[in-house]
């Protein structure tokens, strides 16, 4: 099946930043769905944003839009988020999932369910 494995946490300042990947093995990612979702303890996953690998088309959280940027690498397979002035509500286990009908749709935030393979998690921890 398809693997993933999330990269690029770690402690940072208020304002500071980071990137983070999500590299796929054993099957391409062309005809998926690509998601970041993140969860702080005591709260509900969070859908953050998400690409669709063919084409490209793109969501945002609101409280994201215009701090994040999502984007992707299809010759290396790879998903990045880069996430700039970070805030202390942005600490969380981030992960990204993988929708295979990403040929037939775009890429939400609410359905957690439409992604059916998940990676590990990368813990993001913003704090002064």
């Known amino acids: 099946q398809l693997q993933l494995v999330e990269s690029g946490g770690g402690l940072v300042q208020p304002g500071g930043s980071l990137r983070l990947s999500c590299a796929a093995s054993r099957f391409t990612l062309d005809s998926y769905g690509i998601g970041w979702f993140r969860q702080a303890p005591g709260k509900e996953r969070e859908g953050v944003s998400c690409?669709?690998?063919?084409?490209?088309?793109?969501n945002y959280a609101d409280s994201v839009r215009g701090r994040f940027t999502i984007s992707r690498d299809n010759a290396k397979n790879t998903v990045y988020l880069q996430m700039n002035s970070l805030k202390p509500e942005d600490t969380a286990v981030y992960y990204c999932?993988?929708?295979?009908?990403?040929?037939?749709?775009?890429?939400?935030?609410?359905?957690?369910?439409?992604?059916?393979?998940w990676g590990q998690g990368t813990q993001v921890t913003v704090s002064s």
């Open positions: 690409i669709n690998m063919r084409g490209g088309s793109t």
């Open positions: 999932g993988a929708d295979p009908a990403g040929l037939f749709r775009r890429c939400g935030l609410t359905r957690s369910g439409d992604y059916n393979y």
